[in-house]
């Protein structure tokens, strides 16, 4: 409910339809199968197939996310375009060679096995199609106090990499044209903008929403957010990778 209210309906990651678009980058998706990892509850998906033309298959470990997915998919008139399947975290459950493109925003941060992850893109992916990819990545240097209090008041499991051991892994499995752009700056701002709104604008709709304690908490999370964002700590990035033909 907040980070939809933060991020738009259908959105639990930042960002919104802009960020779709720049993790896509100019992929021609057009009547292409794409893989969500990690779908939420949908909002990337009605991006990519209303707007660029995909025919989408959203996958997520967590049934309620599915199931207000499939009614945002069903609610945008899409139900034939896009698809979901609940899985467990493993192996994919698709067949080798099964998706023309592989899409995943802010996702794999909750993965432990990143190579394994990367390895199983791969095998579904077929010859010269791309992951497509948005995730938190933090730096290089050993996590403050700050990010240990973050990483409390989120509550999540939050296994993190740098862009470089993304790019290198995604290199060693043999992936090709391998690239990534640091997007830290960007979400900087952003979050700031949003802890003060939360404070002002949103403060009685969250009250609302969510009832007192649980608007504190959040706006607690934002101000150490921006924290672990101005100290470099935590570094949203786009990279991507294309299985040779």
Sequence with gaps: TL?????????????G?????????????SDAA????????GGADVI???????????????????????????????????????????????????????FTHAALIHVPDKPAMF???????????????YDWLKG??????????????????????????????????GYVEASGEDAHEDYRKVAHQEYARMQTEWYDRMTELLGPEARDHFIEDWRVLTVVLDNGELRPAYFRGRKPV
């Design 3 to 15: 980070l939809q209210l933060v991020w738009g309906d259908g959105f639990l990651a930042p960002g």
């Design 17 to 29: 339809p802009e960020s779709v678009r720049r993790t896509v980058g100019g992929v021609d998706l």
């Design 34 to 41: 794409v893989l969500d990892i990690g779908c939420g509850v």
């Design 48 to 102: 990519l197939a209303r707007e660029l033309g995909a025919r989408v298959t959203g996958l997520d470990i967590e049934q309620p996310l599915i199931d207000r997915a499939r009614s945002n998919a069903a609610r945008a008139g899409l139900a034939d375009r896009i698809g979901y399947v609940k899985a467990d975290p493993g192996p994919l459950p698709f067949p080798d060679e099964s998706f023309d493109h592989v």
């Design 119 to 133: 390895e199983e893109i791969l095998r579904v992916l077929r010859p010269g199609g791309w992951l497509l990819a």
């Design 140 to 173: 290089t240097e050993p996590f403050s106090e700050d990010m240990l209090y973050w990483f409390e008041l989120e509550g999540l499991t939050y296994v993190m990499d740098h862009l470089a051991g993304y790019l290198r892994t995604l290199d060693g499995l």
